[in-house]
T-cell receptor, first 116, second 114 residues
């Protein structure tokens, strides 16, 4: 069975400092992993994805994530936070259990706040 | 390319009524998924349609149903509305790249049940 755990429900950082949003997963298969961002009253936007290619994945807006199989982690980072990064972030795992369908599980979300 | 569109964006209904929400996927995307988002339960998967067939289903009661048309547009219907159905309903259209999904979300329909 697959699952995804976002270790922090809320993270607060100062503008210009690094961001770390933590995500652990479990999967019976070779998973695909995603990070999505949701700004208030908006839909979800794909930040980046891992699909068994390079383990360090670069996304939009300066975000990146590293897939660590030994630690079953896929943490999201950004070197320098910007006020516009304040949003809810979701880690997602997708397995292909058979040829017909994928199973997609969302983490519970991490709210990122940026202090001026 | 135009993104995923959802209509209506906002809806207010009363208990016991039914509601139909619509989703138009990105051109060329054949898979459409629906999610319910609430503050208490977070994002929960409702169902997925691919080529007019329901391919995946979450743990929701039978009051929640959906369908997909030949042009890939999808509708979801909730009958006998309850207060707890108040939520943001998100639609995502999906593109298969290799063995993985890449989902693109619409802005959502905010349903309020009074």
């Amino acid at each position: 069975a697959q699952s995804v755990t976002q270790l922090d429900s809320h993270v607060s950082v100062s503008e210009g400092t690094p961001v770390l949003l933590r995500c652990n997963y479990s999967s019976s298969y070779s998973p695909s992993l995603f990070w999505y961002v949701q700004h208030p009253n908006k839909g979800l936007q794909l930040l980046l994805k891992y699909t068994s290619a390079a383990t360090l994945v670069k996304g939009i807006n300066g975000f990146e994530a590293e897939f660590k199989k030994s630690e079953t982690s896929f943490h999201l980072t950004k070197p320098s936070a910007h006020m516009s990064d304040a949003a809810e972030y979701f880690c997602v795992v997708s397995d292909r259990e058979d040829s017909s369908a994928s199973k997609i599980i969302f983490g519970s979300g991490t709210r990122l706040s940026i202090r001026p | 390319k135009a993104g995923v569109t959802q209509t209506p964006r906002y809806l207010i209904k009363t208990r016991g009524q039914q509601v139909t929400l619509s989703c138009s996927p990105i051109s060329g995307h054949r898979s459409v998924s629906w999610y319910q988002q609430t503050p208490g339960q977070g994002l929960q998967f409702l169902f997925e349609y691919f080529s007019e067939t329901q391919r995946n289903k979450g743990n929701f009661p039978g009051r929640f149903s959906g369908r997909q048309f030949s042009n890939s547009r999808s509708e979801m219907n909730v009958s006998t509305l309850e207060l707890g159905d108040s939520a943001l309903y998100l639609c995502a259209s999906s593109l298969f790249i290799g063995l993985s999904y890449e989902q693109y979300f619409g802005p959502g329909t905010r349903l309020t049940v009074t």
